[in-house]
């Protein structure tokens, strides 16, 4: 199951069951900051949840990415706090929080509601 390919930039880790992509990992290195990755994505698709696959894929990007970038010493990654699975294998894997970020959202309503006021 499964093939890491290089991109530019980056790397992307794909898990296939026959002809579907189930899951899927990406992590981006820049040489500028040769010491690091930040890998940005693990989506599993809906029929394949809660199978374990989340935990493969990150950890063949893992592995993927010590192969061929054994100067890399940090990992950065980051999730919502309401996505309890992945927080876990984090957590699991050696993850720690070190820095709590937000993100706010208003949609097109909010925003024509809100230029509508005087």
């Not at 794909?14 to 992590?27: D, F, K, R, S, T």
């Not at 809660?50 to 993927?64: E, I, Q, S, T």
């Amino acid at each position: 199951m499964g093939f890491g390919r290089h991109l530019p930039g980056g790397h992307a880790f794909l898990g296939a069951i026959g002809a579907e992509v189930a899951a899927l990992c990406e992590a981006s290195w820049d040489a500028r900051f040769a010491d690091r990755v930040n890998q940005a994505l693990t989506a599993i698709s809906r029929p394949w949840r809660g199978k374990g696959l989340a935990k493969g894929v990150k950890a063949a990007m893992l592995r993927l990415v010590r192969e061929r970038h054994p100067g890399v010493r940090l990992i950065v990654t980051s999730n919502a706090e309401v996505n309890a699975r992945i927080l876990s294998i984090n957590h699991r894997i050696g993850f720690s929080e070190y820095r709590r970020d937000g993100s706010y959202q208003l949609t097109r309503d909010g925003l024509a509601k809100y230029l509508t006021k005087s």
